[in-house]
């Protein structure tokens, strides 16, 4: 079978401009950051981009990039304060904001990866959240129908990849195993890549089937310095 | 003691053994710190961890974990891991007994507003994060916040103003003046911050609050 | 913290007459054995059965023993052609049968157990499945609602549980992690409970929250002789 | 060659190479059998599984291992396990290339009856397992069957009379006489097995089958 490694621009050339993209990562940790930080130097824009929370508190790291660079023209997402480039925009008009709230969010994703036209959710109700939205009554409780959520292209974040694509996760994998379903394309960062086999079957988050690049990120020792860093210089780490 | 110390050194109280808990950012976080003795609970936080401490050592900290706020985050024995999805299944699903939650304005019928702020004409910010799945679904929600904004006006009230973040969902709610109880009859007070007169909270609060017998002082 | 370790009959005495429970497992592969097996001999009676699929082909293993015993009044799953007294019960009118597409009854679950009020699926639209459901069309399309189903009881089957009740999978899980969110008491049977902390965190597949009994299983020596002895006799081994 | 072989040689021609493909019990899995060289397909079963193979030696079993028919399984190199949820989710949401799927019934406008049986009134058995999901999740629907019943009634019709699995579900339908292509325009005949006449086929079928200019035989 085909390696799925490519190298990072070749995965990149797929996303291109006015395209809706979905990226992991909860604040910057487990996010892909070579492939954003790349995208920063591409320029590519107009994007709508979806994230179920925004960039580590203050910008400048992770997502928040993609926003201060003015790429993104669109945020659909649970949160924006922790990026003021995004809160400055969205006030100014150039950032159109969707907001849903993230269990709502993630919830839309796997929808559009599980191939269901949506949930039903109670989380919402009487709320801004059912503006221009259909309800359902079930044993007498309203719920709100949020519909399935689908990107172009997905960037997803994994520890090891095997060639098939197969993807093991470490630490909080929050959104990426979830996005891996849901884009047309869907490119995955590691820090390792590794023979198929070398993944045990029952540590594999997201199965080979569904990525389609496989492509080596800033790798483990320049992550444990990124968040080293990142967290010093926040007052996190001492 | 400061308000916030006083806010969550109370709020600490509410916690019970054994206990899955997801703390807001703030206050919340801090009644952590207080937790009475004999008592454990597990934390939970949105990003899909469970059972976890905060390390603040250089040297401590694992960059593929982090909690809800990417802070460095050491997982505890018994301790794991998940995907968003699952994350909010537990918290969605009434597995997470109680949370604690910040709040710009609280009403009488338990609604609460905590996420939206005017920014512009129709645009709201910073955004709900998982405040809202958690309204919905923790078990017990313990509002904390401080009695009155900065010009000293009461963000008890009868009815919010600002957007929902949902309906009749407060169970209780703690300030540096009080400790107030969401029931079918309305709020009534439970108790108040040492020193403070049930005079002093009713003239500090907006919403029309029951008093049923004498009201005891906090033991903080 | 206190032990969720219990005996099989502590843990089986939350089983009342009448109740709703859930099984996991996949035609007996990864099911709680011992469990249904202490199940039948208690002959608690009356029960409505949720399960993903049914017994092993020809029956006389896993759930298929419960059925046989006459313990089930209704079966609520997507099959249940491997268990020929299923089928005959349910032409005589003594068993009550729900078929739902196995692809719904897993959503179904999970919606029970993740607080949603059901999904939308694109399945079983135009068939059978229509019949008494609500629909909403979102662009154009048309879907069923399928609401949320939850138990009174899950048993569950883990590989390896600590005593605060994580649990580790081995193999295919199947319908086990989905159950353990839907039912208000948990029981999970395993062939080896640890300590806190000897389950790596990111290997849990059940966090132990979630479960509210341990209970331990026949174990692997005697699970691989159970399914030995099962394919020899079924002609896939030899 | 039987009927059942002859499908089964037919249908394997539809694998492409990395194609993932889920197969039903009976011709489908026989396909398996006849994958042309140099095509590489990934099995997918709605337990749970990607990429196995059945096993048959006693000690080559591991008894936390099967695929969808509870059969003794390996898995091979790169391969996968995970939930029934997620396996529903590759399945329903388009991540499966292919199925190959038997049916009871089959109808020029691409509805299938796979699943109901009459067993007593309003009451149907077997089930439909996963097949439901798969008519409407796998991007390719091959549906092999006998071409006739027993009693020498077509099975390739108008329109179904048992219930159905999904409605304009399959793309194409193989039997021991004949491939048959579902088009907007309606059931197209591709090929005819070898030795069997266009005029055989369409006496055995009760569904309007349109035929193109000649009709060229199966190769298999």
Not at chain 1, 115 to 135: D, S
Not at chain 1, 159 to 178: C, E, F, H, Q, W
Request: proline share 5%; with cysteine.
């Amino acid at each position: 079978m085909k390696s799925k490694e490519v190298s990072l621009d070749a995965a990149l050339s797929h996303i291109k401009d006015g395209m809706t993209i979905m990226i992991g990562g909860f604040l910057g940790m487990n996010a892909p950051l070579a492939a954003i930080d790349r995208l920063v130097e591409l320029g590519v824009k107009d994007l709508t981009l979806i994230t179920a929370v925004n960039a580590y508190p203050g910008g400048g790291f992770g997502i928040g990039k993609l926003i201060e660079n003015h790429q993104v023209k669109k945020y659909i997402g649970s949160h924006i304060g922790t990026c003021p480039a995004a809160v400055e925009q969205y006030k100014n008009g150039e950032l159109e904001v969707e907001f849903y709230p993230q269990g709502t969010i993630i919830e839309k994703i796997r929808a559009g990866g599980a191939g269901l036209g949506g949930i039903l959710t109670p989380t919402g109700v009487g709320t801004l959240m059912e503006e221009g939205k259909q309800k359902v009554t079930i044993d007498g409780k309203v719920y709100l129908v949020e519909t399935a959520l689908r990107a172009d292209v997905a960037i997803i974040r994994g520890y090891k990849a095997d060639k098939m694509g197969n993807i093991l996760y470490r630490g909080t994998p929050n959104s990426n195993p979830v996005m891996a379903l849901a884009a047309d394309y869907v490119i995955a960062e590691v820090d390792y890549v590794v023979e198929p086999g070398e993944i045990e079957p029952d540590r594999v988050g997201t199965p080979g089937i569904l990525v389609d690049a496989v492509v080596k990120g800033y790798g483990e020792e320049k992550t444990r310095e990124i968040f080293r860093e990142l967290w010093i210089k926040n007052k996190k780490l001492a | 003691m400061d308000a916030r110390e006083l806010i969550a050194r109370r709020a600490a109280q509410e916690f019970k053994d054994g206990y899955v808990v997801n703390l807001g950012f703030g206050i919340p976080v801090l009644a952590a710190a207080y937790i009475p003795e004999g008592v454990e609970v597990i934390l939970q936080a949105e990003n899909g961890i469970l059972n976890f401490e905060t390390v603040t050592r250089l040297g401590e900290e694992d960059p593929y974990v982090a909690d809800a706020a990417c802070q460095p985050t050491r997982i505890l024995p018994g301790g794991s891991t998940f995907d968003l999805a699952t994350s909010f299944a537990i918290i969605r699903g009434g597995h997470v007994d109680a949370t604690i939650l910040g709040a710009l304005e609280v009403d009488q019928e338990g609604n609460i507003a905590n996420w939206a702020l005017p920014l512009a004409p129709g645009k709201w910010s910073p955004g709900m994060g998982g405040a809202m799945d958690l309204l919905v679904g923790a078990k017990r929600v313990i509002c904390t916040l401080q009695h009155t904004d900065k010009k000293g006006r009461s963000k008890i009230l009868k009815k919010c103003t600002l957007p929902l973040s949902a309906t009749k969902a407060v169970d209780l709610i703690i300030t540096e003046l009080a400790v107030m109880e969401v029931t079918p009859e309305g709020l009534v007070l439970k108790e108040v911050a040492p020193g403070v007169s049930v005079d002093q909270v009713k003239a500090a609060t907006e919403a029309d609050l029951i008093v049923k017998g004498p009201v005891p002082e906090m033991r903080l």
